[in-house]
């Protein structure tokens, strides 16, 4: 029995996780990651318990109980009609408290849920906590979750006693009515003492049945409301990135078109982050995307990769729109490298083939850590290559490295560094910009390169630099161009000299 049940555990979580894996970026922006933790957890474990236990025991009990109530009225209908409606007066008390039940646990996995969140948010951001001295502040937020849990637990506590004390007055109201009933049915004759001692053991036997049947039922629909919101992700269909088959070339150019190109989220229509954006990037051409922040810039990349969809206009990959094309096929081809790199808490060299389709040998590792700088820093650590990976371990800058290792390693035919090489240091930065552009510019792999810097020191060497504001192209052209035309592009280049100066 232990081991169905863990069985079932094993496959519930199974099916969550591959379902939650299969859903767009934008399902996570609305979920918390506390909340589909505890899903895994808790609640598919408080499901399993009930399938491989509560129904089983509801089963038995109600066909223990029917048997037994059949029994009855063939020994006395007047004495059964009577213990039926007493049974039915129980079993519409169960309801009542099983339905209660199913919305209390409900809100105890919600509020569990909070208050894990809570509880990651705060551990994840530990030093944050320590600097700014909010200790209590953390657990006031914590607690107050824990509080609402209590006030849940209590009226659960007092609905259970209601629930009991119903069934102590029905039960003995059971016996009164055999006796009474009984002693005048044997007095009329009707029954005989025997009937009455076998009618009251009968009787017992089925309420108590119906008592085992409203106990076990009550904690099925409390895993029921528990694990509503768990059956809810499960029916989740995947997205129709992972079923649709999309093309796949002989060949990819690199050619990136926006084509009249408009974005909102979902969860703020009325806000336009990208409109009626048209940029034109050739094959092997290196283009750099500046502004202020929360021009757009990183939207463009998020909708190239196809993390979100465009609400208006498409995105055409050498002259296919992105939606015809096999998603795990371009993304094969495409080097990402973000401006907060998240390494997966596994060795280095795992962290720089990842993801990487062909057969990676580790020379190969070696190689591309070696262009990207890290060779050094990572041979001084205690294991090399095999260390794991830990946030308190690695520098912001070390960490990047290692993202454009794993880049480069991929030998993408196209290349985005989203504020790539923010965290290094000056001389570092100098040497990767090298690499990159020896990188871009070799013939037999030449890559089309799409940067977004805030440093217009690391973008002043692209083929052509696009300036954004408000969700708007407004400027476009070479670095010296820019600075001749006064524009917002001339403005920034200024204010980081005059910074340096």
């Known amino acids: ?62 066909l223990q109980g029917a048997g037994a109530l059949i029994y009855l009225i063939v020994l006395s209908w007047p004495l059964g009609l009577c213990t039926l409606l007493i ?70 506590s007092a609905a259970y006693g209601f629930w009991n004390l119903s069934f102590n007055t029905l039960y003995h109201s059971t016996q009164i009515i055999a006796v009474l009933v009984g002693g005048m049915s044997i007095l009329t004759g009707n029954i005989t003492a025997e009937q009455l001692t076998k009618f009251i053991l009968y009787s017992e036997w089925l309420i108590y049945s119906t008592w085992w049947v409203g106990d076990n039922l009550s904690s099925l629909m409390q895993s029921v409301g528990a694990s509503e919101k768990v059956f809810q992700l499960m029916d989740l269909m995947p997205s129709n990135q992972f079923i649709s088959k999309g093309k796949k070339l002989q060949k990819l150019m690199g050619r990136i078109d926006f084509v009249n190109v408009s974005f909102h989220y979902s969860s703020r229509p009325t806000v336009p982050i990208l409109q009626n954006v048209s940029i034109a990037v050739a094959p092997g051409e290196v283009v750099a995307l500046v502004g202020l922040s929360g021009s757009g810039k ?84 205690p ?81 052509r630099i696009v300036v954004m504001g408000g969700g708007r192209v407004i400027e476009m052209g070479s670095h010296r161009d820019l600075l001749q035309e006064e524009g917002l592009y001339a403005r920034l280049a200024r204010r980081q000299a005059d910074a340096v100066a």
């Open 298 to 381: 990183s939207t463009l990349v998020n909708l190239l990769l196809r993390l979100y969809e465009p609400t208006k206009g498409q995105v055409l990959i050498d002259g296919f729109p992105l939606k015809e094309l096999d998603i795990k096929w371009l993304r094969e081809r495409i080097g990402y490298v973000g401006q907060e790199p998240k390494l997966f808490r596994m060795d280095i060299s795992s962290n720089i083939k990842y993801g990487c389709t062909r057969d990676i040998k580790q020379e190969d590792i070696e190689w591309a850590a070696k262009q990207a700088y890290a060779h050094d820093f990572i041979s001084s650590l």
């Open 1 to 62: 029995m232990c081991y169905i049940w863990n069985m079932q555990v094993k496959r519930m979580r199974e099916t969550l996780y591959s379902a939650l894996l299969l859903q767009d970026i934008s399902f996570f922006d609305s979920e918390t990651v506390g909340d589909l933790t505890s899903r895994l957890g808790s609640d598919c474990q408080q499901v399993s318990r009930v399938i491989g236990n509560d129904l089983n025991l509801i089963l038995r009990n109600v």
């Open 87 to 156: 049974c039915t007066t129980l079993a519409g008390v169960m309801l009542i408290y099983g339905l209660y039940q199913k919305k209390a646990a409900k809100l105890t996995q919600e509020f569990t849920a909070s208050a894990n969140e809570v509880a990651q948010e705060t551990f994840s951001l530990m030093r944050t906590v320590r600097v700014y001295g909010t200790e209590k502040q953390e657990f006031a937020r914590y607690n107050q979750w824990l509080g609402r849990l209590a006030d849940i637990s209590l009226r659960q």
């Open 383 to 463: 294991n090399g290559y095999e260390t794991l990976v830990d946030d308190d371990l690695l520098s912001g800058g070390q960490k990047q490295r290692i993202a454009i290792a794993r880049a480069i390693l991929r030998d993408p035919d196209i290349l985005i560094l989203d504020e790539a090489t923010s965290a290094l240091d000056a001389e570092s930065e100098h040497n990767v910009k090298g690499v990159l552009r020896a990188l871009r510019s070799d013939i037999m792999t030449k890559r089309t390169v799409l940067v977004i810097a805030h440093r217009l020191s690391t973008i002043q060497a692209a083929d």
